[in-house]
């Protein structure tokens, strides 16, 4: 089953007088269950495609269908909704809002989904037993370390049971072990609750785990290769 179908996406960004490349003719089908690292150098479109595929940026030709939506068709608001139900986003600097603990972060989530709070603390603890930080869930940011940090902030992306996650540089803040242990954590998402990962990402730590490899390059897709199962 196809979770995301980009057909012929291009974005251009103009600054002054010159036209930035995006995309450029982008096709695109993302499985149910893939586990994709997205890789290529600086520049060549990786952020640009997973803004696009998040809803987060519109290309300025082709289409996105994500599940039974396209993209194009949703308003602003429509495509909040959809992101608040279906994606989960975990970037490169966290986003944890600093003056919540770690069980407020994921049950800020929740509370903009109109979960009543019984469930909010329920599920939070549950979530962040989850990703290995029982015991620590009164903790704000500050007092957290970086990868105690990136497990909060993947708790919250996946409180709502996305289908798919869309991961930036998730591991660039990160030292080896850190890395590794999320990579644990993605991979055993996949497996159990069959998430779809989309991971953007240079380190070669993330994208040795992949199974399949997608290589962009001056925003276009170069190379899509599955990597059969060691
Ligand atoms: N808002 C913007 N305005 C102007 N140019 C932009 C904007 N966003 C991206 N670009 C340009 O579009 C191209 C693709 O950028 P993008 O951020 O997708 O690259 P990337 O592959 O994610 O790079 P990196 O590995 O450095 O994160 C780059 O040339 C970038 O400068
Ligand atoms: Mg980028």
Same mark, same amino acid.
């Given at each position: ?64 269908? +994500?599940?039974? *939506?396209?993209? !194009?068709? =949703? ?10 139900? $279906? @994606?989960? #986003? ?83 803040? +990160?030292?080896? *072990?850190?890395? !590794?242990? =999320? ?10 609750? $069959? @998430?779809? #990962? ?33």
């Amino acid at each position: 089953m196809k979770v995301v179908e980009c057909k012929a996406l291009i974005r251009t960004f103009v600054q002054g007088d010159s036209k930035i490349t995006g995309l450029d003719h982008v096709d695109l089908d993302v499985n149910q269950g893939d586990f994709i690292c997205l890789s290529g150098p600086s520049g060549s479109g990786k952020t640009t495609l997973l803004n696009a595929i998040g809803g987060l940026d519109r290309p300025d030709v082709g289409s996105i269908k +994500l599940g039974d *939506h396209y993209l !194009e068709k =949703l308003s602003k608001s429509e495509l909040a909704e959809l992101r608040l139900k $279906n @994606i989960g #986003f975990v970037f490169q600097a966290y986003n944890l809002v600093p003056v919540l603990s770690a069980r407020e972060n994921v049950e800020f989530v929740m509370e903009l989904q109109g979960v009543n709070s019984a469930t909010r603390a329920q599920l939070s603890l549950a979530l962040l037993e989850e990703v290995g930080l029982k015991g620590l869930e009164d903790r704000r940011p500050a007092q957290l370390s970086g990868g105690q940090q990136q497990r909060v902030a993947v708790a919250r992306a996946i409180v709502s049971k996305p289908d798919l996650v869309l991961a930036d540089e998730p591991t660039a803040n +990160l030292d080896s *072990h850190t890395a !590794e242990n =999320l990579m644990d954590l993605f991979e055993q998402l996949n497996q159990e609750r $069959n @998430i779809t #990962f989309v991971i953007a990402t240079h380190d070669e730590r993330v994208i040795r785990r992949a199974r399949r490899k997608i290589y962009m390059v001056d925003g276009k897709i170069a190379k899509d290769e599955q990597v059969d199962a060691a």
